[in-house]
């Protein structure tokens, strides 16, 4: 990933048992999340448009250029001012074309700005996912982009046991909450999490958890 080594695999691989084993990578992305040379496209003919062009926080844009990410992607050029304006959003698109941020920002400029007015510990978003792998790779973005604006990120994962979830909000409520729908519900049914100032509700990868084989 750009923002931190992938674990391509799990414990259990360095298992005795598991010698001999292997496992094939293939590369099917044609789009990359990111782009730091930008082509003209239907949209933006001249090939300039920068992440500037959305008028998002000038915070925002300057992680991204740290992070050498200066050009939207074309998921980014159209979904993100959707988003802005309070749209609802379905977006379909390939692994790896930009889809994270294509969310993350718009919502982080939004609680970065709803912060500054009225600082409440509320949790305002909820980003569900099918996996704990992917729960901790949403985070990790999501604490780059609003770690300047002391924006809490919590992550609940599947597998955590009751103690563990409880433990999450010790210290409030958390701005941006991500998590498995298993770990959403132990926390609901408990009580743990304040669900009551709920803005942003994103379902990633909604094909895998929509799909009836995921709920077996």
Known sequence: GKFEE???CSRGWKHSRSFGDYFTINSTQTMPPFITECEPSDSDPSGSATFNTFQIHQGLVEILRRENIIH???VQRKVIPKLLRGHNVLCAAETGSGKTLTYLLP???DLQEKKEIDNDANTHTV????SRELAEQVAMV???LGQ???LTVKVLGGGMGVGNIKAAFTRGQPDV???TPGALLKAMWRNYVDLSKLRYFVVDEAD???DPSFSG
């Open 6 to 8: 992938t674990r391509l």
């Open 107 to 109: 919502i982080i400029h």
């Open 208 to 210: 895998t958890m929509f």
């Open 127 to 130: 980003v569900l996912v099918p």
């Open 177 to 179: 909450l991500v998590t």
């Open 142 to 144: 999501a604490r780059m």
């Open 148 to 150: 300047e604006f002391n």
């Open 72 to 74: 939207p992607t074309s």
